[in-house]
């Protein structure tokens, strides 16, 4: 999926290998600077 597509989103789950690792608003995600979401979202910028 588009990284762009899910930014106004209001909930984001985010999975790796089919388990949930992550889940939270956008801006608590991106707060935190090692997690999954946040560094999917830097490498696409």
């Known amino acids: ?3 762009s597509s899910i930014m106004d989103a ?3 789950l985010v999975f790796s290998e089919g ?3 992550e889940c ?3 801006p608590n995600l991106l707060a935190h600077k ?3 979401f946040s ?3 830097m490498t696409n910028k």
């Open 1 to 3: 999926h588009r990284i």
């Open 10 to 12: 209001g909930l984001v």
């Open 19 to 21: 388990i949930l690792v």
């Open 24 to 26: 939270d608003t956008v």
């Open 34 to 36: 090692n997690g999954l």
């Open 39 to 41: 560094t999917l979202v």
